[in-house]
């Protein structure tokens, strides 16, 4: 049997600079953390581009690169790749200054 931790995700810490960015300072952060406020700030911008309906999660790919630093602030960025009638495509990085950190890809399917 592996240990196994509840974790926390600091939603309330994003600090959010138009639709597409935010900041948060890191603390005790591990990678699944920042790919969920990545993803949160995805799912944000995505919300944002529709004039109805809602994003509903259909695929989401995490790519990551290095470990987050404690105390250092985290940037989160998304952007639309592409909608359809249907769908949007969404990425988006979360890094600390140059140090990419991870990147996620997010399918909505428009409800």
Known sequence: MTDQTDRNIPLSQLTFEGDHLARATASNWDTIQIGALLQHVIERHA???LDEG???TVSV???VSEPVSDGDEVVFESRIDRRTRT???ASGTAAQGARH???ATV???IA
Do not use: S
């Open 47 to 49: 919300r944002g581009q």
């Open 54 to 56: 809602a994003p509903l």
């Open 61 to 63: 790919t995490f790519d």
């Open 87 to 89: 769908l949007v495509f």
């Open 101 to 103: 950190l991870l990147k």
């Open 107 to 109: 399918v909505f399917r």
